[in-house]
Each structure stands twice: as structure tokens, then as C-alpha cells.
């Protein structure tokens, strides 16, 4: 029977079976993988009719053929201090009600461990040893970002930020709106300004985030967006309300110390209290959590009274995390162990289904294409080097990645190489590495490289294959005798005595 003669209750059934279609398609998910590390929060979902991967992925896309995008990340969020990856304190609630309603990806991770790389790398879907914007250099002006093929869709885009790192360096053209918590466009040099954006002075703290984001939500009334919303907490300083802090006292759950397995290699790092890290400072970053989730439970509130919350898709993830001497690594800018590259993903469709956990493994980089690819938009395959969800979760593959690549800066810097169970470690210069079974090991304390060598050479060499797609070629992870290749890397930042100020505060520059 065509469509078209569909009577009432034709329609009524019709939408039923969609509705069945992307419940059974994210169960049909969870039963290809491997069960995930360590504790964890069973989301239901009720699978009613059998879909094709084909008509599964055309469900999917027609439910956001309209819908707003919004991606709020919490700064220094690692995901094994979220309730819905199975941290026992009660860090979030509004995230965890959020969690129910949405795709959770178990297996999701930074490709570097800091804001304004990692920023960069979310927008872009390049990898940092491509995009370049590391240490004090913006990416090149032309690199092609996230916010540009969905202005020309004809969606509003705006950008929110309350810490300096987070600024949009390099990346900001195709920006409706800037709101900075910086006196003009202090975040580049104001005569470099994109032509596009209207730059927005806002106070450094998350409340004028919230506030700025409520307003522009009033001004922009029927305009289908898409912003990008950084919250600072729950990055040092954690200075989170009495209230919350109040909650987390005692010896935080989980609390270890260890060293560095290469002495050699560990950064110091980090501000004031990491140089000392304990269980108190994990209680104030626990509150400082509960901060943050606080500010996304008020983003959700605004969508929700607004009437746009089931008109949205709404993305919650993270930068990367943060060490608490677990491995003799305080902060996160230099740490190649999971506490600093493990971070959480979330993704909730208008209507809040479909709902569930994938756990095959995935990174920043992947946001770019994923969204593209659900509103059916040109993909630049060229100019990115992520990949999609939306073959995971319209069940036509069992994973987009073999291997995960993240690096690290510091003193010496370091590649993670992971798949579903292992992570190598390979330390600049190519004479240090390290081999950790995640499942049975999963706070990584055993170094079993010598006796799975053949193992770690695979690892090794899938680096080798990575490295030649990188702009830079880094090799000198894997040959003690390699360079880098020299490209030419974008302008240096200028940092403002305004922004120095704010980066000091948040343990960025001593």
C-alpha cells in the first residue's frame, strides 16, 4: 500500500515501528561488543520491530533533519568520575538522567590531553600532528572547521567559553557569535577578527556562560543553531559552591597513588595543589564535577522550557581528564595513561531515543563527520581524518576503528597506541614503551610488553601507518633515528595580559 493511503491508524503504526526500529538498533549494538571495563550503569532500551542497518540510518537522519545542534563539553571531565560510567558518588544527576536518554559511547577518547589542541581537534576532525595547533600556534586560518558547512546549511552558530584556552584559535570563521570572557576579540588579534562574528564580552565564570547562552537562545528565536558551549569546571581551580563540596568529603572512592613506570619521562606539571596531589583534591574535583553537571542540568532546563529540547541534538562530552598522581603524573597535559585521555560521550536524539551504550571505540575527531553525516551534508573526506558513528549505531558495522591514536606533550612526549583491550605507550625517542591489558589490568599497574612483544610490534607498527598519514610524520615515536617532518605551522598566539591573567588562574601559565 503506497504511503500516501495510508489512513490514521496507518500513520499511528507507522510511527510505532520507527520508534522500534531505533530502540532495537542500539540493543543490537551492545551485543557485538565486549563487555566494558570496570562498573557500569545498564541503560534500557525497548527493542520492538527488526530494521535494516539501511533504514535504521535513514530513521536516524530523519529525526535531525530539522533539529538544532548543540555540543556542551565539560572542561577536564574524565569519565570514570561520572555516575554513568560507574563512579559510586553522586558527581551527576543531571548527566546521568541524560545518560538514559541517550547514546553513551563507553570506549570514547582525546586525542590530546589538552583544551586548546584537543578543541581544535573536536572542530577540525584532524589530528593534533596535523592540525599543528599545539603549544603556542593556532591552526592556518583556511583549515576547514565543523561550524563552516553548517552556517551554510543555514544554521545560526555561536560559540561559548569562559576559559581562555578554550578560545576558538584560528578556527573562528563561520562563527555567528563569540561570547569570550575577554575584553574584544582578545583571543586573536581583533584586526584578524572573522568578518562573520560578532564578538561578545562575558564575565570568566559559568554562571555568565549560562547567561549568555539563555540570551542568546531569546534573540535567535525560531533560527535553527548550532553552538558549542565550553563550561570550565570541571577544570582547576575547583572552586565549586559550599553546598557541593560539602557533599564530597572523606577518602575519595578509587584514591591511589603510584609512580611513573619511566621515572624519566613524568612531568611535574600542573598548578599549586597537583604538585601535591590527594584525596582531598579529589574531593574538590569531585564537587567541581557536580559543579559542572549543575551547569548542563540549567543548558537542559532552558532547551526544555523553550520547547527546543526534543528539537535538539544534544552532544555532552569533554576535552580530556585529569591525573591525580595515579601514575606519577599530576594534571593532564603530559599523561598517556587513562585517567587523562578516557572521556565521556554522550549523543541524545530529539524525542531522547535512541537510547543505550555502544562500546566500540571512538575519539574527538569523530564529532565532524558524525554530525555531517546524520544531517546528510557534504563530507570533506580529504580535509578530516575522523569517521562517523552513524555505522555503529544504524548497526551496519561493529566498529569505525581498529586503533585509537592520542599524544601527549610534556618533558617527553608520548603516543598511545589502544584497541578494544590494550594500550602501548610509546615514548618519544622510540627506546620507551610500555603494554597494558585493559581488562585485566585496568588501572594500568603491569607492564606486560615482554610478554606480549609480538603483540606490542602489531601496535607498533599500526602507529608506523598512522604516522605516515600525519602532516608531520612522527615517526621519531617509534625510530630513535627519525625526525619530523618540518610544515609549516600557523601563527603564534598572542597572549593579551588579560588572557595571561585567566590562563595563570587556571594553572596554565606559572
Same mark, same amino acid.
Given at each position: 500500500?503506497?504511503?500516501?493511503?495510508?489512513?490514521?491508524?496507518?500513520?499511528?503504526?507507522?510511527?510505532?515501528?520507527?520508534?522500534?526500529?531505533?530502540?532495537?538498533?542500539? #540493543?543490537?549494538?551492545?551485543?557485538?561488543?565486549?563487555?566494558?571495563?570496570?562498573?557500569?550503569?545498564?541503560?534500557?532500551?525497548? /527493542?520492538?520491530?527488526?530494521?535494516?542497518?539501511?533504514? &535504521?540510518?535513514?530513521?536516524?537522519?530523519?529525526?535531525?533533519?530539522?533539529?538544532?545542534?548543540?555540543?556542551?563539553?565539560?572542561?577536564?571531565?574524565?569519565?570514570?568520575?561520572?555516575?554513568?560510567?560507574?563512579?559510586?558518588?553522586?558527581?551527576?544527576?543531571?548527566?546521568?538522567?541524560?545518560?538514559?536518554?541517550?547514546?553513551?559511547?563507553?570506549?570514547?577518547? $582525546?586525542?590530546?590531553?589538552?583544551?586548546?589542541?584537543?578543541?581544535?581537534?573536536?572542530? $577540525?576532525?584532524?589530528?593534533?600532528?596535523?592540525?599543528?595547533?599545539?603549544?603556542?600556534?593556532?591552526?592556518?586560518?583556511?583549515?576547514?572547521?565543523?561550524?563552516?558547512?553548517?552556517?551554510?546549511?543555514?544554521? $545560526?552558530?555561536?560559540?561559548?567559553?569562559? &576559559?581562555? #584556552?578554550?578560545?576558538? #584559535?584560528?578556527?573562528?570563521?563561520?562563527?555567528?557569535?563569540?561570547?569570550?570572557?575577554?575584553?574584544?576579540?582578545?583571543?586573536?588579534?581583533?584586526?584578524?577578527?572573522?568578518?562573520?562574528?560578532?564578538?561578545?564580552?562575558?564575565?570568566?565564570?559559568?554562571?555568565?556562560?549560562?547567561?549568555?547562552?539563555?540570551?542568546?537562545?531569546?534573540?535567535?528565536?525560531?533560527?535553527?543553531?548550532?553552538? !558549542?558551549?565550553?563550561?570550565?569546571? /570541571?577544570?582547576?581551580?575547583?572552586?565549586?559552591?559550599?553546598?557541593?563540596?560539602?557533599?564530597?568529603?572523606?577518602?575519595?572512592?578509587?584514591?591511589?597513588?603510584?609512580?611513573?613506570?619511566?621515572?624519566?619521562?613524568?612531568?611535574?606539571?600542573?598548578?599549586?595543589?597537583?604538585?601535591?596531589?590527594?584525596?582531598?583534591?579529589?574531593?574538590? !574535583?569531585?564537587?567541581?564535577?557536580?559543579?559542572?553537571?549543575?551547569?548542563?542540568?540549567?543548558?537542559?532546563?532552558?532547551?526544555?522550557?523553550?520547547?527546543?529540547?526534543?528539537?535538539?541534538?544534544?552532544?555532552?562530552?569533554?576535552?580530556?581528564?585529569?591525573?591525580?598522581?595515579?601514575?606519577?603524573?599530576?594534571?593532564?597535559?603530559?599523561?598517556?595513561?587513562?585517567?587523562?585521555?578516557?572521556?565521556?560521550?554522550?549523543?541524545?536524539? /530529539?524525542?531522547?531515543?535512541?537510547?543505550?551504550?555502544?562500546?566500540?571505540?571512538?575519539?574527538?575527531?569523530?564529532?565532524?563527520?558524525?554530525?555531517?553525516?546524520?544531517?546528510?551534508?557534504?563530507?570533506? $573526506?580529504?580535509?578530516?581524518?575522523?569517521?562517523?558513528?552513524?555505522?555503529?549505531?544504524?548497526?551496519?558495522?561493529?566498529?569505525?576503528?581498529?586503533?585509537?591514536?592520542?599524544?601527549?606533550?610534556?618533558?617527553?612526549?608520548?603516543?598511545?597506541?589502544?584497541?578494544?583491550?590494550?594500550?602501548?605507550?610509546?615514548?618519544?625517542?622510540?627506546?620507551?614503551?610500555?603494554?597494558?591489558?585493559?581488562? &585485566?589490568?585496568? #588501572?594500568?599497574?603491569? &607492564?606486560?610488553?615482554?610478554?606480549?612483544?609480538?603483540?606490542?610490534?602489531?601496535?607498533?607498527?599500526?602507529?608506523?601507518?598512522?604516522?605516515?598519514?600525519?602532516?608531520?610524520?612522527?615517526?621519531?615515536?617509534?625510530?630513535?633515528?627519525?625526525?619530523?617532518?618540518?610544515?609549516?605551522?600557523?601563527?603564534?598566539?598572542?597572549?593579551?595580559?588579560?588572557?595571561?591573567?585567566?590562563?595563570?588562574?587556571?594553572? !596554565?601559565?606559572?
Amino acid at each position: 500500500m503506497a504511503v500516501g493511503r495510508w489512513g490514521p491508524k496507518g500513520k499511528a503504526a507507522a510511527g510505532i515501528v520507527a520508534v522500534g526500529c531505533l530502540g532495537l538498533l542500539v #540493543w543490537r549494538v551492545a551485543l557485538w561488543q565486549p563487555a566494558p571495563r570496570g562498573p557500569r550503569t545498564i541503560i534500557s532500551s525497548r /527493542p520492538l520491530v527488526l530494521s535494516t542497518p539501511a533504514e &535504521n540510518a535513514a530513521q536516524l537522519r530523519a529525526s535531525v533533519r530539522a533539529a538544532n545542534i548543540l555540543i556542551i563539553v565539560m572542561d577536564a571531565a574524565r569519565a570514570d568520575h561520572l555516575g554513568c560510567y560507574g563512579y559510586p558518588r553522586n558527581t551527576t544527576p543531571n548527566v546521568d538522567r541524560l545518560a538514559a536518554e541517550s547514546l553513551l559511547f563507553e570506549r570514547h577518547y $582525546t586525542d590530546y590531553p589538552q583544551t586548546k589542541t584537543s578543541t581544535a581537534s573536536l572542530f $577540525t576532525s584532524r589530528h593534533a600532528d596535523t592540525h599543528l595547533a599545539t603549544e603556542m600556534q593556532e591552526i592556518a586560518a583556511d583549515t576547514f572547521a565543523m561550524q563552516r558547512g553548517l552556517k551554510h546549511a543555514g544554521l $545560526t552558530t555561536a560559540y561559548f567559553y569562559s &576559559n581562555a #584556552w578554550a578560545s576558538p #584559535w584560528g578556527f573562528a570563521e563561520g562563527f555567528d557569535d563569540i561570547y569570550s570572557p575577554n575584553s574584544g576579540a582578545a583571543w586573536r588579534d581583533p584586526t584578524r577578527a572573522p568578518a562573520s562574528a560578532e564578538v561578545h564580552r562575558i564575565g570568566p565564570n559559568t554562571e555568565a556562560v549560562l547567561a549568555a547562552f539563555s540570551g542568546w537562545l531569546a534573540s535567535r528565536a525560531g533560527d535553527r543553531f548550532f553552538a !558549542y558551549v565550553h563550561l570550565t569546571p /570541571p577544570h582547576f581551580p575547583y572552586d565549586a559552591p559550599k553546598e557541593m563540596a560539602a557533599l564530597f568529603t572523606g577518602r575519595a572512592p578509587n584514591y591511589r597513588r603510584g609512580r611513573s613506570p619511566f621515572p624519566e619521562a613524568k612531568d611535574a606539571g600542573g598548578p599549586g595543589p597537583h604538585h601535591h596531589p590527594g584525596s582531598d583534591l579529589v574531593n574538590k !574535583y569531585d564537587a567541581n564535577l557536580r559543579y559542572a553537571d549543575w551547569a548542563v542540568g540549567r543548558i537542559v532546563d532552558e532547551l526544555r522550557k523553550r520547547g527546543l529540547l526534543d528539537k535538539t541534538l544534544l552532544l555532552v562530552t569533554s576535552d580530556h581528564g585529569e591525573s591525580f598522581g595515579e601514575h606519577g603524573y599530576n594534571w593532564h597535559p603530559a599523561c598517556p595513561f587513562e585517567e587523562a585521555l578516557h572521556i565521556p560521550m554522550l549523543i541524545r536524539f /530529539p524525542g531522547g531515543r535512541p537510547a543505550g551504550r555502544v562500546s566500540a571505540l571512538t575519539e574527538n575527531t569523530d564529532l565532524l563527520p558524525t554530525i555531517y553525516d546524520l544531517l546528510a551534508l557534504p563530507l570533506p $573526506t580529504q580535509l578530516i581524518q575522523g569517521r562517523s558513528f552513524l555505522p555503529l549505531i544504524s548497526s551496519e558495522k561493529a566498529a569505525i576503528h581498529q586503533y585509537l591514536f592520542s599524544h601527549t606533550g610534556g618533558l617527553l612526549p608520548c603516543y598511545v597506541v589502544r584497541d578494544l583491550r590494550y594500550a602501548l605507550l610509546l615514548y618519544e625517542g622510540g627506546k620507551l614503551r610500555a603494554l597494558y591489558d585493559l581488562d &585485566n589490568d585496568p #588501572w594500568q599497574m603491569r &607492564n606486560i610488553i615482554d610478554r606480549q612483544s609480538e603483540r606490542a610490534a602489531r601496535m607498533a607498527d599500526a602507529f608506523r601507518q598512522f604516522a605516515l598519514t600525519q602532516r608531520t610524520t612522527p615517526l621519531q615515536f617509534v625510530d630513535a633515528n627519525a625526525r619530523p617532518r618540518a610544515v609549516p605551522r600557523g601563527k603564534n598566539v598572542t597572549l593579551t595580559e588579560e588572557t595571561k591573567k585567566q590562563l595563570r588562574t587556571l594553572g !596554565y601559565v606559572q
